[in-house]
C-alpha cells in the first residue's frame, strides 16, 4: 500500500516533552541553520537503521548538488516541539523513517510554509496521518507497507538525481559510488527484511546480531562521522569475531554444538571464519579438514562457492 502527494488543512499541535534528548548541541545546530538561512532540514527515525541509511541517501544527494542542509535524528520518545524546528529560509523537511505525531507534521508546515516529505513502512503510520483535511499547505507523504524506508529514500533520492543527468565533467551523476553500490543494495535488503518482519533472507539472524553493536553511532550529533563509517563484517576480524561469538552462544542454547560461523566472500570464494566460546569444543578440527586451521576458539578456511552450496544442499534436506 503506498499514499503519496497528499494536502491538508493545519491544526494545532501540543506534545509533552523530555529535555534531555533535545540537546543543546542540536539546539545550537538549529540555530546556526536558522542565522545561515539553510533551506533544507532532514530528520530521520532515531535509533533505526532505516532512519539512519536513509540520511545517508538524504545527505549523498544533498552533497552531489552542493545543497544547504541540516541533518537531524528525531526520537519519537524525546521529539523536537514544532517551534524547535521553525528556522528561518526553511523551504524543505524531510521526515525519514517516521511521520511525527499526529498533526506534528501539518503544524510545522503552517508555521514555516516549508514543503514536507515524509517516509514510512508502518502500518501504525496510517493512523498518524490527517486524511480527511487539506489546505493551500503541501504535505506529501509515502507510506509503502511492502517497502522499507531506507529503501524508499534510496529509490526517492537516486531519481531525483538521475533528472540532473551530469556534472559540469559531463559524468553521470550517481547517488552511489558504483563501486559500493551492490554492497548497500544487499544491506538494504536485510534492513528490509527485518523492517517487515519476514526473516526470510539467508543468515538474518547472524546480520541482526552484527550490526546490532553500531546503533548507539546513528546519531549524527555524538557521532558525526557516522557517514564516512561502514557497516560490513567483510575483513573486519573484530565484527566477525563479535558475530561468531553470539552465534556460538545462541548454537549452544539451542542444543547445537556450540560454534559460530561467519561467512564472506574473499574473491570468489568463501572465507570461513569459526568461533565457540566454548573451552571444551576445538573449532580447528573442522577448520583443519577443509585445509585451513587456527586456535581451538578461532579458526578460518577458504571454501569454493559450489563446494559450499553442495554442502548446504545436503544439510538442508
Known amino acids: 500500500m503506498a499514499l503519496s502527494i497528499c494536502r491538508y488543512r493545519s491544526y494545532g499541535?501540543?506534545?509533552?516533552?523530555?529535555?534531555?534528548?533535545?540537546?543543546?548541541?542540536?539546539?545550537?545546530?538549529?540555530?546556526?541553520?536558522?542565522?545561515?538561512?539553510i533551506p533544507n532540514l532532514i530528520l530521520y527515525n532515531y535509533p533505526s537503521f532505516s532512519g539512519a541509511f536513509a540520511a545517508l541517501f538524504a545527505h549523498l544527494y544533498h552533497s552531489r548538488?552542493?545543497?544547504?542542509?541540516?541533518?537531524?535524528?528525531?526520537?519519537?520518545?524525546?521529539?523536537f516541539r514544532v517551534e524547535d524546528l521553525c528556522i528561518d529560509g526553511l523551504q524543505n523537511c524531510?521526515?525519514?523513517?517516521?511521520?511525527?505525531?499526529?498533526?506534528?507534521?501539518?503544524?510545522?508546515?503552517?508555521?514555516?510554509?516549508?514543503?514536507i516529505v515524509g517516509f514510512d513502512?508502518?502500518?501504525?503510520?496510517?493512523?498518524?496521518?490527517?486524511?480527511?483535511?487539506?489546505?493551500?499547505?503541501?504535505?506529501?507523504?509515502?507510506?509503502?507497507?511492502?517497502?522499507?524506508?531506507?529503501?524508499?529514500?534510496y529509490e526517492h533520492f537516486s531519481s531525483r538525481l538521475s533528472e540532473v543527468g551530469s556534472n559540469k565533467e559531463g559524468d553521470a551523476?550517481?547517488?552511489?559510488?558504483?563501486?559500493f553500490q551492490d554492497q548497500v543494495k544487499n544491506v538494504l535488503k536485510y534492513i528490509e527484511d527485518g523492517d517487515?518482519?519476514?526473516?526470510?533472507?539467508?543468515?538474518?539472524?547472524?546480520?541482526?546480531?552484527?550490526?546490532?553493536?553500531?546503533?548507539?553511532?546513528?546519531?549524527?550529533?555524538?557521532?558525526?562521522?557516522?557517514?564516512?563509517?561502514?557497516?560490513?563484517?567483510?575483513?573486519?576480524?573484530?565484527?566477525?569475531?563479535?558475530?561468531?561469538k553470539e552465534l556460538s552462544k545462541k548454537s549452544a542454547l539451542a542444543g547445537l554444538r556450540p560454534i559460530g560461523a561467519v561467512i564472506y566472500l574473499q574473491r570468489k570464494n568463501l572465507k570461513m571464519c569459526l568461533r565457540t566460546v566454548d573451552a571444551a569444543t576445538d573449532t580447528s578440527e573442522v577448520a583443519k579438514a577443509y585445509g585451513g586451521g587456527g586456535s581451538p576458539s578461532s579458526s578460518s578456511f577458504i571454501i569454493r562457492m559450489d563446494e559450499y552450496n553442495q554442502w548446504l544442499a545436503v544439510h538442508s534436506s
Not at 542540536?26 to 536558522?34: D, G, N
Not at 524531510?94 to 514543503?115: H, I, M, N
Not at 551523476?173 to 563501486?179: A, K, R
Not at 546480531?209 to 546503533?215: D, F, H, L, Y
Open 13 to 37: 499541535f501540543a506534545s509533552p516533552l523530555i529535555r534531555c534528548f533535545r540537546s543543546q548541541a542540536a539546539f545550537k545546530a538549529l540555530a546556526k541553520a536558522s542565522e545561515d538561512k
Open 65 to 79: 548538488l552542493n545543497l544547504p542542509y541540516l541533518v537531524l535524528p528525531f526520537s519519537s520518545v524525546e521529539p
Open 94 to 115: 524531510y521526515f525519514l523513517d517516521f511521520v511525527g505525531p499526529k498533526g506534528f507534521a501539518v503544524e510545522l508546515a503552517r508555521r514555516t510554509s516549508c514543503q
Open 121 to 153: 513502512h508502518r502500518k501504525s503510520a496510517l493512523l498518524e496521518l490527517p486524511l480527511n483535511q487539506s489546505s493551500d499547505g503541501s504535505l506529501a507523504f509515502h507510506v509503502n507497507l511492502e517497502k522499507s524506508s531506507s529503501i524508499a529514500v
Open 173 to 179: 551523476v550517481s547517488l552511489l559510488n558504483y563501486t
Open 196 to 244: 517487515l518482519c519476514r526473516w526470510s533472507l539467508p543468515d538474518i539472524t547472524a546480520f541482526g546480531i552484527g550490526i546490532s553493536q553500531w546503533r548507539s553511532k546513528l546519531n549524527c550529533i555524538t557521532n558525526p562521522h557516522m557517514y564516512e563509517q561502514g557497516i560490513r563484517a567483510d575483513g573486519n576480524s573484530d565484527l566477525s569475531d563479535e558475530i561468531g
